[in-house]
């Protein structure tokens, strides 16, 4: 990366299956992404629990002594539902809560495969990112192919002019995590000049008028 300025990235937030899924390479990536971050000195925020691929990334950064949170819904903790957490767990009462806290205290995200709950954090943390509510990295970690489908559909709604080329570039995509987390560090976040103009503050008075030719 000689040449290109590097983003500090001290904490990723990872989303991720609850199930270990059919290819055993979900299991070693997610591992390996855990290892990844470790030996690169990163911590893990994560969904909390021990269930499918989060248990696997957040026990393999646990093992490299780095520090890992867990933030999960006091829903999720009834009867042990989804495991212990590996590190500090912090309960929230709604889902919505733990998405904005998850944004807060990261400086980063990837997203492993998962299923519905892990494609609605992916593109929440994109959307808040097209409007300007964080300026934070975000990108896939594309193992054997698993996100092809998402990203092909993406690129059709850019061509469908739904998701502008500016849009567009908030998502990274890699095939392995060193590469991904190296993109990640190197991203520079291109804001869209009307909706950068909005003001998220609760103090503030009023909201900037969009341009309603705007494609969101």
Request: hydrophobic share 45%; net charge positive; glycine share 8%.
């Amino acid at each position: 990366m000689e040449g290109v300025s590097v983003r500090k990235i001290k904490k990723i937030c990872v989303f991720c299956g609850a199930n270990s899924g059919k290819d055993v390479a979900f299991v070693n990536a997610a591992f390996h992404l855990g290892e990844v971050l470790g030996k690169r000195k990163i911590d893990l925020v994560y969904g909390g629990g021990k269930l499918g691929l989060m248990g696997c990334v957040s026990t393999a950064v646990a093992q490299h002594e780095r520090q890992v949170l867990g933030i999960i819904p006091s829903a999720f903790t009834i009867n042990n539902l989804v495991g212990e957490t590996c590190g500090k767990e912090i309960k929230v009462a709604t889902m919505q809560e733990r998405l904005v806290m998850m944004m807060e205290l990261s400086d980063a995200f990837i997203a492993l495969p998962g299923g519905f709950c892990t494609l609605e954090e992916l593109f929440q943390m994109i959307s808040w990112a097209q409007l300007s509510i964080h300026n934070k990295p975000i990108g896939v970690l594309n193992i054997n192919g698993f996100f092809n489908g998402l990203l092909s559909f993406v690129d059709h709604a850019v061509k469908q002019e739904f998701i502008t080329p500016r849009a567009r570039k908030i998502l990274i995509s890699a095939t392995t995590a060193d590469e991904l987390v190296d993109k990640l560090q190197a991203f520079r976040f291109e804001s869209d000049p009307a909706l950068s103009k909005l003001k998220w503050s609760p103090s503030s008075s009023q909201k900037e008028k969009l341009d309603l030719t705007l494609r969101l």
